[in-house]
C-alpha cells in the first residue's frame, strides 16, 4: 500500500508535500498487506516523513465503514494512540501527527450529534499538539443531497467547535456519483459560512459536568484502556488476527509481501535512520 511504502515518503518528499496518508494499520486491515511487511515499511516511511517535515494522515476513520460508529469508537481511539506511539519511535514528533477519526454515525440516532460531538472534543484533548485529521460522513450517505448537506454542516459545526487542524469535506453528491466541481464549491462554501460564522463557539460553550456528552467521552476512553491493556497481553499482531479493528481479520503470515521481509543481519548497518531521527528529535544533524 501507498501509505506506508519508503518509496513513496521519498518521492513526496522530494517535490516538497505538505501532507501525505501515512497509517501503520490501514494497509493490513484494508489492502491484505502482510502486517510484517506494513510495520517494517511504516517506520521507514514515518522516519523519511519526520525528516521531511511532512505532516501525515492516519487513516482510523476507515474502521467506522466497517464496524458500527457507536459501539466500535474506542477501537478508533485505540489506533490513535498505537499510530501515535509508532510514529513516536521513527522520531515523528506530534506536530506532524494527522491522527484519524471520523463523523459516521447513523444520523436518524437520537443524540447522535453530541456523540460525535463527544468523540471529536475528547481526541482532541487527548491529542492537544495533533493537527487532527477529521473526516466527513460516508457510511450514511443517500441520493438526498439536502439532507447529505446538512450532515456535512453538522460535521462541520463540530470541526470548528473542537479545533480539528485537518478537515476533509463532504460532498452533497457522495454515494451519488464523482463529485463535480460545483458540488465541491458547495462544500467549500458550506464550511467557509460556518468556521466564519461559529469561529469562537469552541473557547465559549463548556460542557455540563457529567452530561451526554462528557459521559459518552468517559465511556469511550475507559473501552480504550480495557482494549489497549488486552493488547499489551496478546500482542498487535494476534489483536489483527482476530480482527479487533474494522471487524476485518488478517492473518500473520497472510497478506502481500512477506516475502520481502528478510531479518537483519548481525552487521546489517544503516546510518542514514540514526541520522534522520536525530535530525528529528534535535532539529539538527
Known sequence: SGLCMPEIAVMGALEGLDVMLNDALYGILFRDINMQRTLVDQYMSRVINGFAGVIINTGEDNYLTTADAVEEAHTVLASDLINEQLALTAGLPAEQMGLGHAFE????????????LAQAQMTREIFPKAPLKYMPPTKFMTGNIFRGHLQDALFNI??????????????????????????????????????????????????????????????????????????????????????IFGDVKRPMNGGKGLSGVAKKDEHYYNPTIELMKNFNMEGKL
Open 105 to 116: 454515525m447513523d444520523p436518524m440516532l437520537e443524540n447522535g450529534f453530541l456523540f460525535e
Open 158 to 243: 463540530i470541526g470548528i467547535w473542537t479545533s480539528q487542524g485537518i478537515q476533509l469535506l463532504g460532498m452533497p453528491t457522495e454515494a451519488i456519483h464523482t463529485p463535480f466541481m460545483s458540488d465541491r464549491y458547495l462544500s467549500i462554501e458550506n464550511a467557509k459560512y460556518i468556521f466564519s460564522n461559529m469561529k469562537n463557539i469552541g473557547s465559549e460553550i463548556e460542557f455540563k459536568e457529567d452530561g451526554i456528552v462528557q459521559t459518552r467521552a468517559r465511556e469511550v476512553l475507559d473501552k480504550t484502556v480495557i482494549l489497549l491493556e488486552r493488547l499489551k497481553e496478546e500482542g498487535l499482531f494476534s489483536a489483527l488476527e482476530k480482527g
